[in-house]
């Protein structure tokens, strides 16, 4: 019996001992458990610049990669703890590349979920309708977030207008292919759907056109109008007559910024649509969507002409008379805000000029029974 009493002594010693150690232990655990809450939810650093910092994460970064981007921008202050919370949570599969912009005093579970919902930052880029690539590559140019350079002009009608989602890091020239595969997908969308009033034969002809369109008039309402003036003309062998093709040529997309001089519209080019029957040799800007369907559908008129009416749009006429009203009214209106006295009557027009009985000008065919109205030409000056 006093055996069995001696050995219940170190048995109970050893249970104390185990409970003690496993309190002791608890306690740590615990102690640890309310060291990492309050670091997953306490306050980061505080940006470096600004109330911000933008960080980014390449494509491909693992756990560990990105953690040491993070320290290195000064957004968390421990890759370990940075790890460790990312494989508790789960969040270790989910982290998404991209670039960042952490709030000033992020918290980690802050800057972990920013990472696995992907509220990345977006960049856009917008080229106009109607901008010359001259001038797209001036946009990719001042796009600071964009690397690289662009050696060759693109051709001018390649670049389709549109708002491009753009990278921190991506390169100009892959912008700028993207412009032209999206010219290409929607002009041929656009091209298999055109209407046999057209009167351009080829998509790339199309494009010449719309573009002159689309630097004609910025009223949207307007595009299809003006489409249909451009298809009579061509129609009725007239020439254009487009003031943005002149400027083309004198330019080659860069904006003139003036008006033109009576010398640039009678100086040949071979973008001047006074002096060149039909369409000039390459689009003068990159047209959009509306103005090459309206190039490639357009309405049915009998307009001739068209002249600004001061309101922002353009007044359209049929006949020149009508025409030479129109233009009397635009003058006038031009006169009126420059502060001068109105011009004179102007001598009535010529009769001959609005029956349309005139023959064509040698070396313009015109498409069997297409009515010609000729285009007038510039009153000589009186000899001094």
């Given amino acids: 019996?006093?055996?069995?009493?001696?050995?219940?002594?170190?048995?109970?010693?050893?249970?104390?001992?185990?409970?003690?150690?496993?309190?002791?232990?608890?306690?740590?655990?615990?102690?640890?458990?309310?060291?990492?809450?309050?670091?997953?939810?306490a306050p980061g650093p505080s940006a470096r610049e600004g109330a911000s910092t933008i960080v980014a994460l390449p494509n491909g970064s693992g756990v560990s990669a990105i953690a040491a981007n993070l320290k290195a921008a000064g957004v968390?202050?421990?890759?370990?703890?940075?790890?460790?919370?990312?494989?508790?949570?789960?969040?270790?599969?989910?982290l998404r590349a991209g670039e960042?912009?952490?709030?000033?005093?992020?918290?980690?579970?802050?800057?972990?979920?920013?990472?696995?919902?992907?509220?990345?930052?977006?960049?856009?880029?917008?080229?106009?309708?109607?901008?010359?690539?001259?001038?797209?590559?001036?946009?990719?140019?001042r796009e600071t977030i964009l690397t690289g350079e662009v050696e060759t002009l693109p051709a001018e009608g390649t670049l389709w207008p549109d708002t491009y989602e753009i990278s921190r890091g991506e390169t100009r020239a892959s912008v700028l292919a993207r412009m032209?595969?999206?010219?290409?997908?929607?002009?041929?969308?656009?091209?298999?759907?055109?209407?046999?009033?057209?009167?351009?034969?080829?998509?790339?002809?199309?494009?010449?056109?719309?573009?002159?369109?689309?630097?004609?008039?910025?009223?949207a309402s307007e595009r299809p109008r003006v489409a249909a003036?451009?298809?009579?003309?061509?129609?009725?062998?007239?020439?254009?007559?487009?003031?943005?093709?002149?400027?083309?040529?004198?330019?080659?997309?860069?904006?003139?910024?003036?008006?033109?001089?009576?010398?640039?519209?009678?100086?040949?080019n071979p973008w001047n649509t006074y002096q060149i029957d039909g369409l000039p040799p390459t689009p003068v800007s990159n047209p959009g969507r509306d103005?090459?369907?309206?190039?490639?559908?357009?309405?049915?008129?009998?307009?001739?002409?068209?002249?600004?009416?001061?309101?922002?749009?353009?007044?359209?006429?049929?006949?020149?008379?009508e025409h030479q009203a129109n233009v009397a009214r635009w003058?006038?209106?031009?006169?009126?805000k420059a502060g001068l006295p109105p011009e004179p009557t102007p001598p009535a027009a010529d009769p001959a000029m609005a029956a349309g009985t005139e023959a064509p000008r040698a070396g313009v065919t015109v498409p069997p029974g297409a009515r010609v109205i000729p285009v007038p030409q510039a009153t000589p000056a009186p000899a001094r």
């Fill in 331 to 336: 003058r006038a209106i031009e006169r009126r």
């Fill in 100 to 141: 960042y912009e952490v709030p000033t005093g992020a918290s980690l579970r802050t800057v972990l979920i920013l990472l696995v919902e992907g509220r990345v930052v977006r960049h856009y880029l917008t080229l106009p309708e109607g901008w010359s690539a001259a001038q797209a590559l001036d946009i990719l140019s």
């Fill in 229 to 268: 003036v451009f298809t009579n003309r061509l129609r009725a062998g007239m020439r254009l007559q487009s003031d943005p093709t002149i400027e083309y040529g004198i330019t080659r997309g860069v904006p003139l910024r003036r008006g033109l001089r009576r010398s640039e519209l009678d100086r040949p």
């Fill in 76 to 94: 968390i202050r421990s890759t370990d703890m940075f790890k460790a919370a990312a494989t508790l949570t789960g969040a270790d599969r989910k």
């Fill in 1 to 41: 019996m006093a055996g069995g009493s001696v050995d219940r002594a170190p048995l109970s010693g050893r249970k104390t001992a185990l409970l003690a150690a496993s309190a002791t232990f608890s306690l740590f655990l615990i102690a640890a458990l309310v060291a990492a809450w309050s670091v997953f939810y």
């Fill in 180 to 219: 032209v595969r999206a010219r290409d997908e929607n002009l041929a969308r656009l091209w298999a759907s055109r209407s046999l009033a057209t009167v351009v034969r080829t998509p790339e002809e199309a494009v010449i056109l719309a573009s002159i369109v689309e630097k004609e008039t910025g009223v």
């Fill in 291 to 321: 103005a090459v369907a309206a190039v490639l559908n357009p309405p049915t008129t009998d307009e001739l002409f068209f002249v600004a009416d001061g309101s922002g749009g353009h007044a359209f006429a049929r006949t020149y008379p």
